[in-house]
């Protein structure tokens, strides 16, 4: 609970920077499980680099865009009702969604060393198998992020809209 605490303070006291780092954190804490427990590469074969992509993907992307995106959305859709969440949670999966990961994909091969050309070839190949997936999880996700989580554990309302 120290722990819990500690962080609410700092997320009052520094909310855009600890929603940054939370969201770095948590890429790279996904990237170090899928490694380690999906793909089982043990700690010798465990590939740093794109532990430090990913921690950078959440820090340098993720972070500042979902959270500027939960602003402009809670600016279109201002209530918490459950009609509400419901409805920011189409709007983020309709709309969002397939912009966020069209960009987050190409990304991942930039900051991977791809060259122009495969990472193109990738995005075309992957991009629809992704969004599929991305639907059999993301909108039950949301729905829940929308209605339960509080405002203020989304993005730093301190901030001015957009």
């Avoid at 500042?64 to 939960?70: E, I």
């Avoid at 969004?131 to 989304?154: C, D, S």
Wanted: aromatic fraction near 12%; hydrophobic fraction near 45%; charge should be positive.
């Amino acid at each position: 609970m120290a722990l819990w605490r500690a962080y609410q303070r700092a997320l009052a006291a520094h909310p855009w920077k600890v929603q940054v780092l939370t969201a770095g954190s948590l890429m790279g804490l996904g990237d170090i499980i899928s490694q380690q427990l999906v793909e089982r590469r043990g700690l010798q074969e465990h590939q740093t680099g794109r532990t430090l992509t990913m921690v950078s993907m959440g820090c340098g992307f993720v972070g500042p865009v979902v959270g500027g995106w939960y602003r402009v959305l809670d600016r279109l859709i201002p209530g918490t009702t459950k009609v509400d969440a419901l409805k920011k949670m189409l709007l983020d999966q309709g709309a969002f969604a397939p912009c966020f990961l069209g960009c987050f994909l190409p990304l991942v091969g930039v900051l991977n060393g791809m060259p122009a050309q495969d990472n193109w070839a990738k995005l075309k190949r992957d991009y629809p198998d992704a969004l599929i997936t991305n639907y059999y999880l993301w909108p039950a996700v949301q729905l829940a992020n929308f209605y339960l989580v509080p405002l203020h554990y989304r993005y730093d309302r301190s901030l001015p809209h957009p």
